[in-house]
Every structure is written in structure tokens, then in C-alpha cells.
């Protein structure tokens, strides 16, 4: 009779059930360290200010970060700011000799290639027009077509270009650079890099109303922002929401001025350059809120809705799928309507 007997196992898989054995372990301890982790961090919320306005920024860590945040912010500064006396952009406007910086050039090609996308309604070279149609509306004193006309000279972003060196050129040096209606989005972008880079994966950062968020909120809830409701409230009492979105793993941007309108024939308008013509827009669009993959992207393109209109906004983002709008629009009775993007509906809470 044949003897039964357990066979051994070949010294190679031998081997390889332990390390296997072993990695399985690993995994149980770190799974296990990862979780306890997370769950000894806490939500930290910092305030401030930064490029004229405030920010609000919350996000979940071990420590508070607000010194590498405003670290950050100060980078943007020190490279956008028009009102910094020793920024890349002064330098720039003074036609001084320098070589820009990585987010300097970053913000100008963006802006560049907007600008294309939109036929020029977007253009970091119009600030003179604003400055002077904004002292105009706040005067009762509409600039006359030679004053208009004197500006146009040196407005419009075909006139300056970066070289592959890192010098800006003008055609005329009386052209200024003014990044406002893209720096707020672009400094929203740079502080969730950095928390990207430290492997923070839930946060919400909000400079002047621009916005990225990622992960979910301290309520274990996707980021839920609000869209004001533009109002002729000039004393800021009534600040009702429009409607309140899903903006979880987006950025964010709105453009419209809530509280200040002019009209003509019985229609309320914003106050909005277009830098094409020199002269405030004539349409009903009355805000306009994007949301992109970054916030510089979708702080440029709300500006630009705003100076286009609904009808030509409609066909800027029929080429780009990627992004998706909220407007905000007068009708010929008076009343407001709204209109968005087909992908936006599963976004909007209320």
C-alpha cells in the first residue's frame, strides 16, 4: 500500500508567498495609517486680502497653511499687479527692461489666446477705456467720440507680443497691461497647486468671487456655490442667490455688475466696454458665471461673455464643449431670465 503524503512546496513559490503575504500586510498597515490620518485632520478656513478684494480658502490638512498661501498670492503680486510699484507688469507698463516671469508669461499667452477666441472681446490692454467710461458714469459725463477715438490708438491686444526671450514688445509705448479680469482666476489656480503639490485633495479657494474647489467640504458634501441675483441694490442690503451649483472638481468665475446699470430706452444695461469699439455694450446680458477646468480660463471667458452678449457667448461655447455658462439676462420687459449650458443642469442645486 502506497503511503499518502503532503508535498512541499518548490523554494521559489515559497518565496513568493511571503513577499506576497508580506505586501498584503503593508498594504492592511498603511490602508489602516492612511485612514487615521485623514481622520486627525481638520478643516482649516483663512481669510485676507489680496489684489484689491478678499479671499476665503478652506481646506483640509494637518496644519494651518495661511503663510505659504499668502506666500503664494504674494508670487501673483509680484508678477500681476498693476498697483505693486515693483511688479513684472509696472515694469512692463514703464517700458522698463526685464524679463518676465513664469506666471507672467503663463497669464499673457492665456490672455493672448482668449482674446483670439473671442474676436478681441477679451483684451488686457482696454483699462484706459474702463478708467475713463467709469469716471464718465460716475460724473454724468459721457466721453466724447475725440476722447474715444485718442484712446483706440493704443488699445487693442494685436499691438503687443512676448518673445520667445521673455521681453514684451509695443507697438506703442503708451500701451498699458492690466490682467484684472484674469489675475483673481490665475491667483484661485496657483493656491491649488500648491495644495495639490502637498496632496491636499479637499479644499475650496475663493479670491473676489472667483472659485476652485476639489474633493468635498467639511459637511462631507461636494462645494455648493451660490450665484448672486443682479439687483440695482446700491447700499448692498438685498444679496439674494439666483441659483446655488455643484462646483465640486471645478473652477468657477462670474462677471457682471450687480449694482451698477445704466438705461436706455427703458432697458437696464451693465456697465461693460467693448474694447473692439471703445463704447459700452448694448445687450441684455447682465452676468455671466463659467466654469472650467481652471479658474483663469473661466475668469477670462465670463469677462468676455459679458462685452459678446447671450446670442455670441452661445457661440463660443459651441466650440468649447469644455466649458459651461450661467447667464443672467434682462428681457425687453424688464424682468431677468436665465439661460445655461445643457451639461450645467446636473449642476444646479436650487
Known amino acids: ?36 490620518q485623514n481622520n486627525n485632520m481638520t478643516y482649516h478656513t483663512n481669510h485676507g486680502f489680496i489684489f484689491g478684494t478678499q479671499y476665503n480658502i478652506t481646506y483640509k490638512y494637518d496644519k ?3 503663510s505659504d498661501i499668502e506666500a503664494e498670492l504674494q508670487k501673483v503680486d509680484n508678477s500681476l499687479s498693476p ?50 467710461w467709469g469716471f464718465g458714469f460716475k460724473n454724468d459725463q459721457t466721453p466724447n467720440e475725440q476722447s474715444v477715438d485718442s484712446l483706440r490708438q493704443f488699445i487693442g491686444y494685436q499691438k503687443v507680443k512676448l518673445s520667445s526671450s521673455g521681453h514684451v514688445t509695443k507697438e506703442d509705448p503708451r500701451i498699458m497691461l492690466d490682467c484684472s479680469a484674469i489675475a483673481k482666476g ?34 462631507q458634501q461636494p462645494w455648493h456655490i451660490g450665484v448672486s441675483k443682479p439687483t440695482d441694490d446700491s447700499i448692498h442690503v438685498n444679496n439674494g442667490l439666483q441659483t446655488i451649483l455643484n462646483v465640486t472638481n471645478y473652477a468657477m468665475a462670474t462677471s457682471g455688475n450687480y449694482r451698477n446699470f445704466y438705461y436706455k430706452d427703458g432697458i437696464k444695461y451693465a456697465h461693460t466696454i467693448d474694447p473692439r469699439t471703445g463704447y459700452p455694450v448694448q445687450h441684455s446680458l447682465l452676468s455671466a458665471t463659467v466654469l472650467a ?51 450645467l443642469r446636473e449642476k444646479i442645486i436650487d
Open 186 to 219: 490665475y491667483g484661485c489656480d496657483a493656491v491649488a497647486r500648491l495644495f495639490n503639490r502637498l496632496g491636499i485633495n479637499n479644499y475650496m479657494v475663493e479670491i473676489g468671487g472667483e472659485v476652485v474647489t476639489r474633493g468635498e467640504s467639511a459637511k
Open 64 to 66: 494651518d497653511l495661511q
Open 1 to 36: 500500500m502506497k503511503k499518502n503524503r503532503i508535498e512541499e512546496a518548490p523554494p521559489k513559490r515559497k518565496i513568493k508567498i511571503i513577499f506576497q503575504g508580506l505586501f498584503l500586510l503593508f498594504l492592511i498597515v498603511g490602508t489602516i495609517w492612511v485612514i487615521r
Open 83 to 132: 498697483f505693486n510699484k515693483q511688479s513684472i507688469i509696472t515694469k512692463v507698463n514703464n517700458n522698463e527692461e526685464i524679463v518676465v516671469d513664469k506666471m507672467f508669461k503663463e497669464v499673457f499667452l492665456l490672455a493672448m489666446n482668449i482674446s483670439k477666441e473671442t474676436d478681441g472681446a477679451f483684451d488686457i490692454t482696454v483699462a484706459p477705456l474702463v478708467n475713463v
Open 293 to 343: 477646468k481652471d479658474c483663469a480660463t473661466a475668469d477670462a471667458y465670463a469677462t468676455s461673455f459679458m462685452v459678446l452678449g447671450v446670442d455670441k457667448a452661445k457661440e463660443i461655447l459651441r466650440r468649447h464643449p469644455e466649458l459651461m455658462a450661467y447667464f443672467i439676462y434682462a428681457k425687453p420687459n424688464g424682468d431677468n431670465a436665465v439661460w445655461f449650458s445643457d451639461a
